[in-house]
């Protein structure tokens, strides 16, 4: 699997990486592996009512960031303390694929020391809680997994920004987001993992044998995708 390098460390908008994640399945025949973190951004699924399922006062007032994905699932709140990842392959059984995908992060987890689980088709819990969650989007030839790795998350906007079904709630036996949720830093140990950065370095490296970088063509041609993804930035 190869990690996919942009050619500079340009702060970029989530609506990019989304778009990103289309050009490297339309122009990229091997597997890909990469991760992002963006500021305070609100991401809907497909099929998700906007109005009733984000807090768009709470996020035009503070700056956050709202975009639609292509993919189904839940809305997720993203700033710097998350990781997203991104999984591009060839495409395949929707269900095989997304086993292969939360198996190996699963594992990955688990390598350094934490107690990671998978639970229902998209999330993985440590000692309960959520720290993970993951959608699936298939394209005519190609799969693309992307999801969260909870790090150092800020909750209370998390909770400010977005409004889950109480039926969600109700069925994970939880009052709020705040109880389902917890962040890695929590449980990893600092002297191993002392920093996002180094969590982000550690995932590279356990799921990619060498890289691939775009350049500056691919880049503008990734900006000129944005539009599709973003409700107002």
Not at 106 to 127: F, H, M, P, Q, Y
Not at 131 to 137: K, L, P, V
Request: charged share 30%; net charge negative; glycine share 6%.
């Amino acid at each position: 699997m190869k990690n996919i390098v942009l050619p500079d460390n340009e702060e970029r908008s989530l609506a990019f990486y989304l778009a990103m994640e289309e050009f490297v399945a339309r122009s990229i025949e091997d597997e890909a592996f990469f991760v992002w973190r963006v500021a305070p951004t609100v991401i809907i699924g497909r099929n998700q009512d906007l109005e009733a399922e984000v807090n768009l006062d709470y996020c035009r007032q503070h700056d956050v960031k709202v975009v639609r994905r292509k993919s189904g699932g839940g809305c997720v709140y993203s700033d710097m303390g998350n990781i997203m990842i991104s999984f591009v392959s060839r495409r395949g059984d929707v269900a095989e694929v997304f086993e292969k995908y939360l198996t190996s992060l699963t594992l990955c987890l688990r390598s350094l020391g934490l107690s990671a689980e998978k639970s229902g088709r998209n999330d993985i819990l440590v000692d309960g809680r959520k720290i993970s969650g993951n959608a699936f989007h298939q394209m005519p030839d190609r799969s693309v997994v992307h999801g969260t790795l909870l790090y150092d998350t800020d909750f209370e906007a998390l909770e400010k920004a977005i409004r889950p079904p109480v039926e969600k709630l109700v069925r994970h036996g939880v009052a709020s987001v705040r109880q389902r949720v917890e962040n890695l830093k929590t449980y990893l140990d600092p002297d191993r993992v002392g920093s996002i950065e180094i969590l982000e370095d550690y995932l590279t490296g356990y799921f990619c044998d060498g890289s691939i970088m775009l350049d500056e063509d691919d880049v503008d041609e990734i900006e000129e995708m944005i539009s599709e993804y973003e409700i107002f930035s």
